[in-house]
């Protein structure tokens, strides 16, 4: 049972096709003393990423704080489609949007 357990593990770690990295055309990172951040990058595919958040008082007392974020995200479907996602995380929660999302 180990060696059948090994030879899976070897299958699965085994490249999957000849696929190759996707080279990243741009990257740009920031993090402050605050607490504050942001980043973005874009690889050679067209995705692009971006994201920055900073530190908030989320409950009634001073050491309740909590990083607030917001980014989006986009990349090319298949059919050639952009999808793109803007989102926040926040006290609230997580909060997406998105023209290929369902809404209520």
């Known amino acids: 049972?180990?060696?059948?357990?090994a030879f899976l593990a070897v299958a699965l770690a085994a490249p999957q096709g000849?696929?190759?990295?996707i080279e990243i055309v741009s990257s740009n990172s920031e993090m402050n003393a605050d607490g504050s951040y942001s980043?973005?990058?874009e690889s050679a595919d067209g995705t692009?990423?971006?994201e920055s958040g900073?530190?908030?008082?989320?409950g009634p007392k001073p050491e309740d704080i909590g990083t607030v974020s917001k980014g989006s995200y986009s990349y090319t479907s298949p059919d050639g489609v952009v999808i793109t996602v803007n989102w926040t995380a926040d006290?609230?929660?997580?909060?997406?949007t998105?023209?290929?999302?369902p809404t209520p």
């Open 1 to 5: 049972q180990i060696i059948a357990l």
């Open 18 to 21: 000849d696929k190759k990295p």
């Open 39 to 41: 980043f973005n990058f």
């Open 48 to 50: 692009k990423v971006s």
């Open 54 to 58: 900073s530190q908030k008082q989320v």
């Open 91 to 96: 006290e609230n929660g997580f909060q997406a």
């Open 98 to 101: 998105g023209d290929h999302l």
